[in-house]
């Protein structure tokens, strides 16, 4: 198995070094994280140094990495990780937990993580780095933008496109044919019934739009 390590080693690091040990096809290194006050990650999962250290692990021959920091609150660095591990050679393979289903012929871009037991259907598209957490459901004909987040739970119904850096919340729904522009926020739970524009955000547990 090629080597591969973590970039953060919090709550989502553990989920997806379960997928990954699950999966059986990359053993996991180590863990690198902004600040190095542990020594073990989940799982045991030895921390190999910081952010200054990636250079030297490339260089000492792991070519494979994954960006394991959650999105909530932290879009911006997932996507400043993700262009500096590409400047210095990374690959980010897509990580997907063997429970998930992709129908035939599904696009996922590098960096992409589909969690447990979440759901890829026919001619859905999803981008670089996206998160389609436990239990999301990305519909038949999705494009989901570079970047995205669909939560645990949360669904998108047939033909939804949504832009770069979106956050679909916890058990939120966006009805069919929905436009969320880039870097808009639907909350936990809400139900979303018309385009958002780009950074539009909208919270209210039981509201709809």
Known sequence: MEPIILIGGGGHAGSVADSIIQ???????????????????????????????LEALFASGIRNAAVTVGYLGKGDLRERLYARLKWIGFRL????????????GVCAGE??????????????????MCIINTGAIVEH????GDFTHVAVGAV????VRTGKGVLIGA?????????????????A??????DLLPGETYYGAGNEM
């Open 93 to 104: 393979p897509v990580i997907r937990d063997p429970s998930s289903v992709l129908a035939e």
């Open 111 to 128: 960096g992409t993580y589909i969690g447990k037991r979440a759901v890829v259907n026919t001619n859905a598209r999803v981008g670089r």
């Open 171 to 187: 058990n939120a729904v966006v009805l069919q044919g929905v436009c969320i522009g880039d870097y808009a926020v639907a909350g």
């Open 189 to 194: 739970g809400v139900t979303v019934r018309r």
């Open 23 to 53: 999966s059986g096809r990359y053993e996991i290194a180590g863990f690198v994280d902004r600040e190095s006050g542990r020594e073990r990650g989940p799982f045991g999962i030895p921390l190999l140094g910081t952010d200054r250290d």
């Open 141 to 144: 004909d999705n494009q989901a």
């Open 156 to 159: 998108l119904c047939g033909a």
